[in-house]
């Protein structure tokens, strides 16, 4: 059992980059860049289901609840890694694909600076320049999910406020309690 549980957890932390990856730098990657990574964390899904099936089978019931939960958080971890990298996929054209035109316009390409999220410690005089900035930048982002809001919010947290909502389970229900 053992083997499988470290194949698992191989799997486990590769889902959880490819996440990271799909969160912090999906739009810098081109569409094959995109493609390769799809490929990638289906291969360690793939890997995981079979390790965590093995696992499971194994366990007795002692250690289902932690398998399960186990099993959940791989799900969400994949589940938004995968929808952040469709979507992308989505947004990207591959030049070679559409038609040449010419454009009577050339612009520059400007390459702003990153925006850092803001860091909240729960001093109640910072709360506002945070809540502002956080939900301008994050919360009111159409295109992330829940989950991946709660993701950026604990991202953004230290001391007294992250342990405020440390106990909550990165899922997209979770994030309005948070």
């Not at 890997?47 to 959940?72: K, L, Y």
């Not at 991946?148 to 899922?171: E, T």
């Amino acid at each position: 059992m053992s083997e499988f549980v470290k194949t698992r957890d191989s799997a486990l932390k590769a889902i959880k980059r490819y996440l990271t990856k799909s969160l912090d730098e999906t739009f810098m990657l081109d569409i094959d860049g995109v493609e390769s990574y799809l490929g990638l964390l289906s291969e360690q899904w793939n890997r995981f289901n079979t390790a965590q099936d093995a696992v499971e089978n194994s366990c007795g019931s002692e250690n289902a609840d932690v398998e399960d939960n186990v099993r959940e958080q791989a799900e969400s971890w994949y589940a938004t890694a995968l929808a952040n990298f469709r979507r992308v996929q989505k947004c990207k054209v591959d030049p070679s694909s559409q038609p040449i035109t010419a454009s009577p316009i050339v612009s520059a390409s400007i390459r702003l600076p990153k925006i850092d999220l803001p860091t909240f410690t729960g001093d109640s005089t910072e709360w506002t320049a945070f809540y502002d900035s956080f939900r301008s930048l994050v919360d009111g982002n159409a295109a992330l999910s829940g989950g991946q809001k709660l993701h950026y919010l604990r991202s953004c947290l230290k001391g007294d406020a992250l342990s405020i909502i440390s106990g909550f389970q990165i899922s997209d229900a979770n994030y309005d309690e948070a």
